[in-house]
């Protein structure tokens, strides 16, 4: 029977020998594949920006798997296009420049960019769980400094449902582990989204159950964007980090 009251210390030693970590990066490119390239014609600053990609996700995403990562999945293509962190029924899974497509259209963009990324990261995840192994799933993202004319006031977000198995433990023991090594770091949690909000991760978790899954969805400031020092630095980190849940 899974315990919800497990604490860090139990955390450390409950998985040895059968935890699996694997990485998604949803929004690590703003690649507009060429059927689609007349609707952003005008929109290379969109495209540019945070709202057409995550900048430096994917960089940092690429150091992390060189952590020992069980399996990764990445996609490129913006999320202007469509949003592979969304669900299928929110209103915000297309932007403008897609919402106003026909049907037949939209379902072409699904299922050529949506559904390949989302069953193919989900089947490995079933494969994972049917070697009954625990899977810890660290999903990539980074934020803009400066959202609506306000600064954020951080340099790393762990978001979580605290409400579900063991991801707040886990984010908690992660949290430690930084602030241990790099003290300058400010991390907040669930912050700057809530952790339990639509998303990839909020799927997962509704498939494959806290019994089997624990999924945090990392947030790191853009300032640090394509900062190799930053990326190594963090990533030392993340190494040990595993090496304890191990």
């Excluded at 005008?42 to 430096?56: E, T």
């Excluded at 991390?187 to 799927?203: E, Q, S």
């Amino acid at each position: 029977m899974f315990k919800r009251w497990i604490d860090l210390k139990m955390v450390k030693g409950a998985f040895p020998g059968k935890i699996a970590v694997v990485l998604s990066c949803e929004h690590g490119g703003n690649v507009v594949p060429d059927a689609f390239s007349g609707l952003f014609r005008n929109a290379s600053g969109i495209l540019a920006s945070h709202r057409g990609w995550d900048p430096g996700a994917l960089d940092l995403f690429m150091e992390m798997g060189d952590a020992g990562v069980d399996f990764s999945l990445f996609s490129e293509t913006t999320r202007l296009l469509i949003d592979l962190n969304r669900s299928l029924n929110k209103s915000s899974l297309f932007s403008e420049f897609t919402r106003l497509l026909e049907e037949v259209q939209k379902r072409t963009i699904i299922d050529q960019y949506y559904q390949p990324f989302r069953e193919k990261f989900s089947a490995h995840l079933k494969s994972l769980t049917d070697e009954k192994r625990f899977v810890l799933h660290v999903s990539v993202h980074s934020f803009t400094p400066v959202f609506e004319g306000k600064e954020r006031n951080a340099d790393v977000g762990l978001l979580y449902d605290p409400g579900f198995g063991l991801e707040k433990e886990i984010s908690l023991l992660w949290k430690k582990k930084m602030a241990a090594r790099l003290p300058g770091l400010h991390i907040r949690m669930n912050y700057p989204y809530l952790g339990k909000n639509d998303g990839h991760v909020f799927a997962l978790r509704n498939q494959f159950g806290p019994e089997n899954y624990a999924g945090i969805e990392l947030e790191v400031n853009q300032k640090y964007a394509f900062s190799k020092q930053f990326n190594q630095s963090f990533c030392g980190v993340f190494k040990d980090f595993l090496s304890v849940l191990r």
